[in-house]
């Protein structure tokens, strides 16, 4: 997890359109679910208590029209902050999964908040700009724009998405991973879902025994599924966090390529340093593969 990456995400969007937009994209048992699991991935220190102390506080602004309108990437600084201070006050030391999951906890509880309380609901609607929520967060789902989805999820909840049509050239996106890692590390899980009908089936090592091979048991589940899997006309796969809504970037091989050869250029020109700290804070496809399988 990087958070530098994850607070470029959110910059320019309002708080309060992040709340609004779990709440558009989630029933209220899911919110639910998704609360209760986050608060698992805590130690159990800060479950007891710390938690719900941070909860309150955060509660307090809750009637107030500049805490929606603050930039998200603001308050997730302010969010992390606060976090680093009450782990310190228990006598722990959070990783960056840690704070990124408190900051998630607070959001889900104002819109399990603002999902049975119609006025908390309202008046974040009223304190943020119609106009920007619509544009950012008013389209229907995305997912019902491609056939099939690979779903990482973290303790159950989902926190990255690829989409795409071509549900091979999607799973080869993961054969060296899976093929050389194995599964991926607790507590995180893969699922291929079929949009269609909602089916899934979990990615396991099972079906990558080593880095260049995917199971014919595999293609036989898929197309129980989806007659037509093999399509002809498709569009690009794209990869987004489910959290923020941002686009993920996936570099193509030749990207990669071409990526390595401007490093090396850059070692030569001395801009090295300046390009490798870009590099850091960009969150992309392959630094979340990274993440869940090293």
């Not at 102390?53 to 603001?74: P, V």
Request: proline residues 2%.
């Amino acid at each position: 997890m990087n958070l530098d990456a994850v607070k470029n995400q959110f910059q320019g969007r309002k708080f309060g359109e992040l709340v609004l937009h779990h709440l558009k994209s989630q029933s209220q048992n899911d919110i639910i679910a998704a609360l209760q699991g986050t608060v698992q991935l805590l130690p159990d220190l800060f479950q007891e208590g710390e938690i719900e102390r941070l909860i309150d506080d955060c509660n307090a602004k809750a009637y107030e029209k500049t805490f929606w309108q603050t930039d998200c990437a603001d308050e997730f600084s302010y969010i992390i902050e606060l976090a680093k201070d009450r782990f310190s006050q228990v006598g722990l030391l959070p990783n960056e999964d840690d704070l990124f999951n408190v900051f998630n906890i607070i959001v889900l509880n104002f819109a399990y908040g603002a999902s049975s309380q119609i006025e908390m609901k309202k008046f974040i609607k009223d304190s943020v700009s119609t106009s920007i929520f619509k544009k950012i967060f008013g389209k229907k789902d995305i997912s019902e724009n491609y056939r099939w989805s690979i779903i990482f999820k973290k303790g159950g909840i989902p926190q990255y998405e690829m989409l795409g049509d071509n549900v091979v050239r999607m799973l080869g996106y993961y054969m060296i991973s899976i093929g050389e890692n194995g599964n991926p590390k607790m507590p995180w899980e893969l699922f291929l879902r079929f949009n269609k009908n909602g089916k899934d089936i979990q990615l396991t090592k099972l079906y990558f025994p080593n880095s260049d091979t995917i199971t014919n048991e595999l293609f036989k589940k898929i197309e129980i599924i989806d007659s037509g899997y093999q399509v002809a006309n498709f569009k690009e796969a794209i990869f987004i966090d489910r959290i923020t809504g941002a686009n993920i970037k996936i570099m193509t091989m030749k990207e990669r390529q071409t990526n390595l050869m401007e490093d090396l250029e850059s070692l030569h020109d001395g801009t090295y340093e300046e390009r490798l700290r870009k590099k850091e804070a960009e969150l992309t496809f392959f630094k979340v593969l990274d993440e869940i399988f090293k």
